[in-house]
């Protein structure tokens, strides 16, 4: 009766390591394009990039996650915002508060909780912490794992640990890209330079990208 809308999945009958492997970088991919498909569908519709569109969005995944049975560091991590915004979120807007409240209430209400075992909610904010640099145990506390139990899980379940392989792949090849990026920009600005200097008469150009500042809650201040 309903679609299947999860995304692409690692198949827990999958025939070897190298098909688990291909599996887990296409779901990671996934993961990691979130926010580039938001922004796409916001340009398609012409809107220029707006704070308050991306505070509602990311307070959107957070609702997701409290729904799902996580904690507030799991939750940080999904909505992609370091534990003090999301404190602040719920300190100074009562709506997002109270949603966040009847969320996690939900998820109570049909036995979602961190003391049962592990979600794929709580695999998901595992891969974005280990795809945002995090170590694998300081991931595995942020999803409410133990140690102990995030051990116990990747030895019984292949699946996870292909997941875990490609995200750290997922993160050193964007840190190469990073550098490089920032390599090509260093040696473009130091060969550009004189001629810069030469055809504005020092004036110094330069140009910004137009960002609407309208959500006065996207840096709440400590």
């Given at each position: 009766?309903?679609?299947?809308?999860?995304g692409?999945?690692?198949?827990?009958g999958?025939a070897?390591?190298?098909?688990?492997?291909?599996?887990?970088?296409?779901?990671?991919?996934?993961?990691?394009?979130?926010?580039?498909?938001?922004?796409?569908?916001?340009?398609?519709?012409?809107?220029?990039?707006?704070?308050?569109?991306?505070?509602v969005?990311?307070?959107?995944e957070?609702?997701?996650?409290?729904?799902?049975?996580?904690?507030?560091?799991?939750?940080?991590v999904?909505?992609?915002?370091?534990?003090?915004?999301?404190?602040?979120?719920?300190?100074?807007?009562?709506?997002?508060?109270?949603?966040l409240?009847?969320a996690?209430?939900?998820?109570?209400?049909?036995?979602?909780?961190?003391?049962?075992?592990?979600?794929?909610?709580?695999?998901?904010v595992?891969?974005?912490?280990?795809?945002r640099?995090?170590?694998?145990?300081?991931?595995g506390?942020?999803?409410?794992?133990?140690?102990?139990?995030f051990?116990?899980?990747?030895?019984?379940?292949?699946?996870?640990?292909?997941?875990?392989?490609?995200?750290?792949?997922?993160?050193?090849?964007?840190?190469?890209?990073?550098?490089?990026?920032?390599?090509?920009?260093?040696?473009?600005?130091?060969?550009?330079?004189?001629?810069?200097?030469?055809?504005?008469?020092?004036?110094?150009?330069?140009?910004?990208?137009?960002?609407?500042?309208d959500?006065?809650?996207?840096?709440?201040?400590e």
């Amino acid at each position: 009766m309903y679609e299947n809308m999860a995304g692409p999945a690692v198949r827990a009958g999958a025939a070897g390591p190298a098909e688990r492997a291909e599996s887990a970088a296409r779901v990671v991919a996934w993961l990691a394009a979130r926010d580039e498909v938001e922004h796409a569908l916001r340009d398609a519709l012409g809107r220029p990039p707006s704070q308050r569109d991306d505070t509602v969005a990311r307070m959107a995944e957070a609702l997701r996650a409290a729904a799902q049975g996580l904690g507030e560091p799991a939750i940080a991590v999904a909505a992609g915002v370091p534990e003090r915004m999301l404190r602040g979120w719920m300190e100074q807007d009562p709506a997002f508060a109270t949603a966040l409240r009847a969320a996690s209430a939900l998820a109570a209400g049909h036995g979602l909780t961190a003391d049962g075992g592990a979600t794929p909610a709580m695999l998901r904010v595992v891969l974005d912490a280990v795809g945002r640099g995090a170590s694998w145990p300081v991931a595995g506390r942020l999803a409410g794992l133990s140690i102990r139990r995030f051990n116990r899980l990747r030895q019984t379940t292949p699946g996870v640990e292909s997941l875990l392989e490609a995200a750290q792949r997922m993160r050193a090849r964007t840190a190469r890209t990073a550098r490089g990026a920032r390599d090509r920009t260093a040696r473009a600005g130091a060969g550009g330079a004189a001629r810069r200097t030469e055809a504005e008469g020092g004036a110094g150009e330069r140009r910004y990208r137009l960002v609407r500042l309208d959500d006065p809650m996207l840096s709440p201040t400590e």
